[in-house]
């Protein structure tokens, strides 16, 4: 899954890709890797769903600014 996000070219396409994905499809390690990306803070405590949602909510912020 990380592939494929990092092959989107812009903010349109990684919110689209992503919000077509669920919770099950990523590993954590993704997860954590696509935070990092984003510049989203996160720990190590946080379970695949709740950087699942931190990431979503992220690219609907920016999504949300970019109207």
Known sequence: MLKRFLSCV????????????????????????????????TDEEKTEAELYRLILAELSARMETAA
Do not use: H, M
């Open 10 to 41: 812009d903010k349109n396409q990684r919110y689209d890709f992503f919000s077509k994905t669920g919770v099950d499809e990523w590993d954590k390690s993704e997860l954590s890797t696509v935070c990092g990306i984003l510049s989203i803070d």
